[in-house]
């Protein structure tokens, strides 16, 4: 038996670098221009057009790895375990989200009702949706009409369809920001996604956000051709340049509370405010994890004793 195992485990020490090797002879072979221009995958022919000719260019036989940077790792409040959301940030977020970023963002999936987990009240959350116009109906005569906001309505998209988005964006619709901070997160690469199960990193969206936002205005690496109506971004995910113009800039917004209008503050509130549309139960979550796992550990230690129990008079 033991000879077969050895016999077995040396066999497999022999094929695994064969198998490499003749990985290696196949990249070999193939052709330095298909090495150079790789086909696309589907999501991301449109924007990898431009990198893939920029790494043609430096003669680099790969395909660009986008972001070309990665996301800071910010401390959020509603990070960790016993994380919190900090209503006035996400109110200060909500507003920069209406004040900017509804102008070409929906968020269709959030009820203004839902707001009153950010502190509003009943009244203010009326006044709210009264703000926005809906398209409600048919009514008896057949006919949609529009009519104010109520509460369990939800954020209306700014433009009457996918298509008119796309149309006044160079191309690009705006996606729906409801669950964006869910959406999206850069790859973390080893060691650092196993050391994630155990910090419990879970701040990937919003990290993203924030430095997608702060990130604007930097010098493009040489080579890196930019498509017209684009903006070139190192944290954009998709590509070297998003049809996004820099929505951000100080002072934009007026804080009531006198918090600075800077374009970092303003990134850090509306990513926070994503994370709260995209998961507005995540500090209950959190809570009732740790109960759970605090639980599973007594009842781990009460059955052990049960077992020693049942078994203590059996002889071995
Ligand atoms: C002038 C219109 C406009 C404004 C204002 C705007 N955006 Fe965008 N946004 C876009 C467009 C267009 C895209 C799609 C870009 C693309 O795919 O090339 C986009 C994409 C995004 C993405 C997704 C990026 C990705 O990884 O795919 C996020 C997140 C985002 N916007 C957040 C915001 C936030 C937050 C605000 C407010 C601070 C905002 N945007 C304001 C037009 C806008």
Redesign the pocket.
Known sequence: MKKLLAALLAGGLMIIPAAHAQDKEGEAASPSPQAAAPAPSESEVT?NVAGDEAAAEEGEHETPHYPLKRPAELAWTFAGPFGHWDLQQLQRGYK??KE??A???SMELVAFRNLEALGYSEDQVKAIAGDYTVTDGPNGDGDMFERPAIPSDHFPSPFANPEAAAAA??G????D?SL?AKA?AVERGFPRFVFDTVTQYQEAGPD??HA??TGYGQNPPPGTVIQPG?HFNPY???GPA????P??SADAVTYDDGTPGTVDQ?ARD?SSF?MWAAEPHLVERKATGFVVMLYLLIFAALVYLVKKRVWANTPH
Request: proline share 12%; glycine share 2%; with cysteine.
């Open positions: 924007s920069v989200y900017v970023c102008a070409c963002h964006n160079n690009a619709a705006p996606p920001l964006i999206r993203y956000i997608l936002l684009t954009f995910i998709g998003l049809a996004m113009p929505p951000l303003y509306v994503l």
